[in-house]
C-alpha cells in the first residue's frame, strides 16, 4: 500500500493531559448535554419535567478545545459571551446501547470544563427553531482541564462552583444533576457508538452570565480539580496553550 500523502498538513490530534500520566489523552468527540439542572432551566426559561422527558444534546468540534490555563479571544459577532461551568466525563471504552446498570464500565475519568457560549446567538437561533451552532460550536469555546483518571467510577456528589475576577457566579452539587452520568451515557449510547477519547460535559446550574476581555474565569469541582480561563481581547489567539 503507498504512502498517503496529503495537500497540506493535517492540523494535530486535540489532546489533554492526564493526571500522573506521561501520555495525552487524544479527544474524539464533544458532547454536550442541554439543560441538566433544573434551576438553570429555569433561569432559561425553559423547566425540564424529568417525567415525561429525555436529555438533548449538541455536539461542538474537537477543534475548539483549550486547555485550562490559556487565554482565548472575546469572539466575533457577539455582544453577551457567556460561561458555563460543568462536570466533563471521559469515555476511555467503546459502547453502544449500554444499559445504566453496565455505563460506569465506559468511564475513564473526569474533568472540569467551561462551555463558552455567544448567549445572543444561541437564542435568537432557538427563538427561531434554527440549529444553535453559531452560538455554541464557537472557536477555543470548550476549555477543559487535565483528566483525571477515575476508571468506572461514578461521581454522585460534590461542589461545583465558579468565579469571574473573584467574584462568585456558579455554585452547585453534582448531586443536582437532573440525569446521572449513568444515565446519560446509557442514554447518549443509544444514538452513538461511543468511542475511547469522546468527552461529554454534563451540564451546567444556575447563575451563567456574561464575560468580558481582561476577565479570569476560575472553577473547581470537589474530587475533580480546577479550571482556569482568561478571556483575551478580540481576534486574540489562544495562549499559554502547549506547544
Not at 54 to 74: C, I, N, Q, R
Not at 141 to 154: F, K, N, T, Y
Request: glycine share 10%.
Amino acid at each position: 500500500m503507498s504512502e498517503v500523502t496529503y495537500l497540506w498538513n493535517p492540523p494535530p490530534v486535540p489532546s489533554l493531559p492526564v493526571r500522573g500520566r506521561p501520555a495525552r489523552l487524544p479527544i474524539n468527540r464533544l458532547f454536550f448535554v442541554g439543560r441538566n439542572y433544573l434551576a438553570h432551566a429555569a433561569e432559561m426559561g425553559r423547566p425540564v419535567d424529568k417525567v415525561n422527558e429525555s436529555p438533548f444534546y449538541f455536539t461542538k468540534s474537537p477543534t475548539t478545545l483549550v486547555e485550562s490555563g490559556a487565554t482565548v479571544a472575546y469572539p466575533s459577532e457577539t455582544q453577551n459571551y457567556h460561561y458555563e461551568m460543568e462536570l466533563v466525563v471521559a469515555i476511555g471504552t467503546p459502547g453502544f446501547r449500554v444499559s445504566q446498570s453496565d455505563a460506569a464500565a465506559l468511564i475513564y475519568g473526569y474533568a472540569c470544563g467551561l462551555d463558552m457560549t455567544r448567549r445572543d446567538l444561541q437564542l435568537a437561533a432557538r427563538d427561531k427553531g434554527r440549529p444553535w451552532d453559531l452560538g455554541k460550536d464557537v472557536e477555543q469555546s470548550s476549555a477543559v482541564s487535565e483528566i483525571v483518571p477515575m476508571p468506572g467510577i461514578v461521581l454522585k456528589q460534590g461542589e461545583l462552583a465558579m468565579t469571574v475576577n473573584g467574584k462568585p457566579r456558579q455554585r452547585s452539587n453534582l448531586s443536582m444533576l437532573i440525569w446521572s452520568i449513568p444515565e446519560l451515557i446509557a442514554d447518549l449510547s443509544k444514538f452513538y457508538h461511543l468511542q475511547p477519547g469522546d468527552l461529554i460535559f454534563t451540564g451546567t446550574p444556575e447563575g451563567v452570565g456574561p464575560v468580558v476581555a481582561g476577565d479570569r474565569i476560575d472553577g473547581h469541582i470537589d474530587g475533580v480539580g480546577q479550571i482556569v480561563l482568561h478571556i483575551g481581547a478580540a481576534n486574540q489567539r489562544a495562549m499559554g496553550m502547549p506547544a
